[in-house]
């Protein structure tokens, strides 16, 4: 049985038994949760995560200094950011529109679903400002991953301009990579059984009654994931990456599946490389370059969440928003989605600055909460669908230009 599969059935299982969990004694769930189910799921996740920094540290400097040339890099560099803003503000388009055609919270009343305490978003000047580390050696401890990676650019930069003086550099970076991939198949042999837990734990300690208390809420969310997977995706892999989307898809499958059972941008950025390199035969300097980049500046499936609840919300609350709102509401998310970190829930942190942003209270915040851990795999499985697009297509339109990098590879290697 193939890994995908395994991961499908550890999937499936886990849906049975958090459904039979929750219809059980709470006790029974409880001593389940506690002694099971959240140690084996941590330590999936923790096995990920152990690997993150690492690996966006070493591609990015084998990416970065692969793409040696200036001129190159910033092509490059321009290609994926325009295609990243792009993607979410077309992301946020259809979750607006969606959630005006379907209503999602009309007749609804404004009575708080759950506790939540708003943390204040980091304004978007801050988080410009602060992409450069003071500390490089901090940053990395505290996973941040804006600051890890312009740091890391910054010594790919540097390796690629001394040439021969950087072979050694070069092959110990290069033999990093391999051990951190050798890892990566490691870890991933656990996925299915880590897979399980988190789906069982997730499913079992929401149940199904209060997921059908915001079936509305979530289906439209659903939708809109799915358009954009299916219409955007797969239109520009059709169009623009001359690839055939149900091929692309096939393919990308097993970094979806992880994605989807962790929640995790960051944390699937190990599978996804992977994944892309061999099986979509992206290039290791544009994947290692694009896709770490990509989970931390892009969240088309969070920017759908945060469109969809801010009209959820405002039909709860009676609120409509004018069209210069909603405006509003695309700049503002397409912004917050540059500082959203990869991890699981901190779309709902930045969902606080949307709201704001449009005068909507962020306790309302908690009307969403009791779906919210099934649409954070949903969305992290398009989060990192839409890097792994970004790779395809900046990879075909670099074809064809392969000659820009030999002569240093040449070099590095002499």
């Avoid at 690996?55 to 910033?74: A, M, R």
């Avoid at 599978?271 to 694009?290: E, G, R, Y």
């Amino acid at each position: 049985m193939s890994l995908t599969k395994k991961i499908l059935l550890g999937m499936g299982l886990g849906v049975l038994v958090g459904l039979l969990l929750n219809s059980l004694d709470p006790s029974i769930y409880d001593n389940a949760q506690k002694y099971v189910l959240y140690p084996v799921g941590q330590l999936f996740v923790s096995l990920i995560k152990m690997l993150v920094v690492p690996i966006v540290v070493v591609s990015l400097i084998l990416g970065t200094s692969g793409i040696s040339d200036p001129k190159k890099l910033g092509r490059i560099g321009i290609k994926t950011v325009l295609f990243f803003l792009v993607s979410t503000a077309i992301a946020l388009t259809l979750a607006l529109g969606l959630g005006s055609l379907f209503q999602p919270g009309a007749g609804g009343s404004a009575v708080q679903g759950g506790d939540f305490e708003a943390s204040e978003a980091p304004p978007v000047v801050d988080t410009l400002i602060n992409i450069i580390p003071s500390n490089p050696l901090d940053a990395m401890v505290k996973g941040d991953m804006l600051q890890v990676i312009a740091f890391s650019i910054f010594i790919g930069i540097g390796l690629s301009r001394i040439g021969t003086r950087g072979k050694d550099l070069y092959r110990l970076v290069e033999q990093a990579n391999d051990v951190l991939m050798y890892l990566v198949q490691l870890v991933m042999k656990f996925a299915p059984y880590g897979a399980f837990a988190l789906i069982a734990d997730a499913i079992g300690s929401q149940g199904s009654d209060s997921l059908l208390k915001m079936v509305k809420y979530l289906a439209v969310v659903l939708l809109a994931l799915f358009i954009h997977l299916v219409v955007t995706y797969g239109s520009a892999i059709a169009l623009l990456g001359k690839m055939n989307p149900i091929q692309f898809f096939k393919n990308f499958s097993p970094a979806m599946v992880v994605a989807f059972s962790t929640s995790s941008s960051s944390g699937t950025l190990p599978v996804s490389m992977k994944t892309v390199q061999n099986k979509l035969n992206v290039p290791k300097p544009i994947s290692s370059f694009v896709q770490p980049l990509g989970a931390t500046i892009n969240m088309d499936g969070t920017a759908i969440m945060q469109g969809v609840a801010t009209m959820f919300i405002a039909q709860m609350y009676g609120v409509d928003l004018a069209f210069s709102d909603l405006v509003t509401v695309v700049l503002t998310a397409t912004l917050a989605s540059i500082g959203t970190a990869g991890a699981p829930g901190v779309g709902l942190i930045m969902l606080s600055m949307v709201l704001t942003s449009v005068g909507l209270p962020v306790e309302a915040i908690s009307l969403v909460l009791a779906v919210d851990r099934l649409i954070d795999m949903c969305r992290t499985a398009v989060n990192v669908t839409g890097d792994a697009t970004a790779a395809v297509i900046i990879a075909r339109s670099e074809a064809g230009r392969e000659d820009e990098i030999p002569v240093v590879q040449e070099q590095k290697h002499a």
